[in-house]
Nanobody
Framework: QVQLVESGGGLVQAGDSRRLSCAAS????????MGWFRQAPGEERTFVAS????????VYAGSVKGRFTISRDNAKNAVYLQMNSLRPEDTAVYYC????????????WGQGTQVTVSS
C-alpha cells in the first residue's frame, strides 16, 4: 500500500522560499508519476506540478511555472517542491499524490501540509 507523507509547510512572508517534501513508501515508484496539488479554502484542489519518476520529466501549472520546481530523490524515495517568490495566492494545503499509470490517474494522496503566505 502506497503511503505519502508531506512535510515542510508553515507560515512565510510574500517573496520568501519554502521547500516541501513528500516521503513515499509501500512499493516501487519506478514507473509512477508523482505530483503536487493544492487546495485553498473554499476552492477545489488544483494541479501544481508533476514529475515522472523514471525520466524526471516535469509539468507545471502556469501559475507556478518559473517559481516552483519539482524534483525527486530516487535513493530516498522522496519528492520535493521548491517554492520561490511565494505570493499570498499560493496559500493552500499542499498535497503529494502518486499516479501508477503516468497518465493522470492520481489514486494515492498524502494528508497535506499547510502553506500560508502573508503579505
Amino acid at each position: 500500500q502506497v503511503q505519502l507523507v508531506e512535510s515542510g509547510g508553515g507560515l512565510v512572508q510574500a517573496g520568501d522560499s519554502r521547500r516541501l517534501s513528500c516521503a513515499a513508501s509501500g512499493r516501487s515508484f519506478r514507473n509512477f508519476a508523482m505530483g503536487w496539488f493544492r487546495q485553498a479554502p473554499g476552492e477545489e484542489r488544483t494541479f501544481v506540478a508533476s514529475i515522472n519518476w523514471s525520466d524526471g520529466r516535469t509539468v507545471y501549472a502556469g501559475s507556478v511555472k518559473g517559481r516552483f520546481t519539482i524534483s525527486r530523490d530516487n535513493a530516498k524515495n522522496a519528492v520535493y517542491l521548491q517554492m520561490n517568490s511565494l505570493r499570498p495566492e499560493d496559500t493552500a494545503v499542499y498535497y503529494c499524490a502518486a499516479d501508477p499509470s503516468g497518465q493522470g490517474q492520481w489514486g494515492d494522496w498524502g494528508q497535506g501540509t499547510q502553506v500560508t503566505v502573508s503579505s
